[in-house]
């Protein structure tokens, strides 16, 4: 079964600081990969999600930006942080064979922003 | 578009009481549909699926959910809860053509000891 690993595990950011969050997977190759936020009592949305290397889809409009530039890393970013962007960020990943697969989780980032 | 529904926000139960979280879905043939849970600050783990067969689902930590097609519903059930599965549980279903899962608002439980 896959691994996510996800680092940092907490941060504090001041508004206007970049971001940069980075996923790796372990014990696949070619997973589909995905970056969840959940606000503080919220459910889960969708951020982004990635089928292949270079291959993004965006689900939100908003102020961050995601990257895949190796099969096993993907990493979330943004040029200048709002305070709306504290959170929690959860990578996540699935096998790329098949459909309706489940995902596998990471630990989360917590991200402030102040 | 496949969705859930977690009618409920917050439920407490007594340590060692049964416990059922409801889910229900909307789609038109038969879903796959999944249960994760969340403990507080980590991230969401796989508790069952069901893809098709038999209807009662076995999981782990004890729990088990029941699909009910002519209800609409794939509800989570534990005998006898435990103070440590006081966590968020999410029913979730696939999306965007299997590629993409939808998750429900989640459901926060409390166990009273």
């Known amino acids: 079964s896959q691994t996510i690993h996800q680092w940092p595990a907490t941060l504090v950011q001041p508004v206007g600081s970049p971001l940069s969050l980075e996923c790796t997977v372990e014990?696949?190759?070619?997973?589909?990969l995905y970056w969840y936020r959940q606000a503080a009592g919220r459910g889960l949305q969708l951020l982004f999600y990635?089928?292949?290397?270079?291959?993004i889809s965006s689900e939100v409009p908003q102020n961050l930006s995601a990257s895949r530039p190796q099969d096993r890393q993907f990493i979330l970013s943004s040029k200048k942080l709002l305070l709306s962007d504290s959170g929690f960020y959860l990578c996540?990943?699935?096998?790329?064979?098949?459909?309706?697969?489940?995902?596998?989780f990471g630990p989360g980032t917590r991200l402030t922003v102040l | 578009a496949q969705s859930v529904t977690q009618p409920d926000i917050h439920i407490t139960v007594s340590e060692g009481a049964s416990l059922e979280l409801r889910c229900n879905y909307s789609?038109?043939?038969?879903?796959?549909l999944f249960w994760y849970v969340q403990s507080p600050g980590q991230g969401l783990q796989l508790l069952l699926k069901?893809?098709?067969?038999?209807?009662l689902v076995q999981g782990i930590k004890g729990f088990e959910a029941e699909f009910k097609r002519s209800q609409s519903s794939f509800n989570l059930r534990k005998p006898s809860v435990h103070w440590s599965d006081a966590a968020e549980y999410f029913c979730?279903?696939?999306?965007?053509?299997?590629?993409?899962?939808?998750f429900g608002t989640g459901t926060q439980l409390k166990v009273e000891l």
């Open positions: 990635s089928v292949g290397i270079g291959q």
């Open positions: 789609y038109g043939a038969t879903p796959y």
């Open positions: 996540a990943g699935s096998p790329r064979t098949g459909v309706n697969n489940e995902q596998f």
């Open positions: 014990g696949t190759s070619n997973p589909n």
């Open positions: 069901y893809f098709s067969g038999d209807t």
């Open positions: 979730a279903v696939p999306t965007g053509g299997g590629n993409k899962l939808t």
